[in-house]
């Protein structure tokens, strides 16, 4: 494991404090989870399997005027 240091705002770090007593968490854990949700979120997509699922055919008609109809109460 790689050492990262940062110096943060000092309200940034009461926020961390009160946090991490609130869940029970250390600084360190909660800000490690922070980054770990970062890159994810800056990645774009998440290897996901469930994203990568295709479609499955039931062979069931899709009534689309009936679905607009419902949805927004017209058809058009």
Avoid: C
């Amino acid at each position: 494991m790689t050492v990262v240091q940062t110096s943060i705002p000092d309200e940034l770090h009461k926020k961390l404090v009160e946090i991490s007593k609130s869940q029970k968490k250390s600084i360190k854990e909660i800000v490690r989870e922070a980054i770990e949700d970062w890159l994810i979120w800056n990645e774009g997509t998440v290897e996901d399997p469930f994203l990568n699922l295709k479609p499955v055919d039931f062979g069931v008609k899709t009534n689309v005027e009936g679905i607009k109809r419902v949805l927004y109460g017209r058809s058009e």
